[in-house]
Structure formats: C-alpha cells, structure tokens
C-alpha cells in the first residue's frame, strides 16, 4: 500500500501497489488540471476526508466526477457516479512522493482529438 495526501493533508489517499504505467491525457479537463492518473478498481483504494473535505465537478457525460480538496484544491481522484462491478477510477499520482512511484511507463493519451495513445518508457535500469 502506497499512500500520499493533498497539500494541506485534509485528504489521504492510499493506493494498493505502485502503478506500473500512468496516463498523460491532453483532453480539455486533464490538460487544465495537469494530472497525471494511474487506474485501479473501486474498492481497492481509500481517500479518507472524501467526501467531507472534497468538493466534486461533473461534466459532459455525467459518468464521472473529478475530486478535489475543498481547502488545498489538489485534484486527487476521478471517480464513476454510478460504479458497477469492475468499475475502475483513476488516481492523481502527482500527489504521491516521486520516489514512491518511480519510473514508470507513460502513456500519451490523445484525449482532445483522436483518443489515440503513444506511450514513453522509462531509460533502463530506473524502474
């Protein structure tokens, strides 16, 4: 279990493993937030303070709500409104210490345009 909190720690996250790949997307909220998300099933990751420290945004669709500390404002998760089995989130990794998660494989995602990826490894031996 990795854990990490917002700026001012009214939020704590904890996430069960380091991601072995995270998501760079460029699509019109992402791009603004400037996050960095890795995925993992509901269920397996605890944000403690949320919902009473956070406050929720939805858009578009209105699938998904973005997270974030009502007091700091770091963006700390995405989540599904209406999550069925085997609903996944996606967790900001830039609130986590850099060490904690390393060097890992980063996919470029084309969020804005094509929802086409390209991905970015890491140098050998910084894993």
Request: glycine content about 10%; overall charge neutral.
């Amino acid at each position: 279990m990795l854990s990490a909190t917002c700026h001012c720690g009214a939020l704590r996250i904890e996430i069960p493993e380091r991601p072995t790949e995270i998501t760079n997307c460029n699509c019109s909220i992402c791009r603004r937030l400037g996050t960095l998300w890795a995925y993992y099933d509901v269920g397996t990751v605890s944000v403690t303070g949320h919902p009473a420290n956070t406050e929720t945004y939805i858009q578009g669709d209105m699938m998904l709500q973005t997270v974030r500390c009502k007091t700091c404002g770091c963006t700390s998760h995405w989540e599904p409104i209406g999550p069925n089995p085997g609903s996944r989130m996606g967790v900001n990794v830039r609130n986590f210490d850099p060490a904690a998660i390393g060097a890992v494989r980063m996919r470029m995602l084309d969020g804005a345009q094509t929802w086409t990826s390209t991905f970015w490894d890491p140098p050998s031996g910084t894993a």
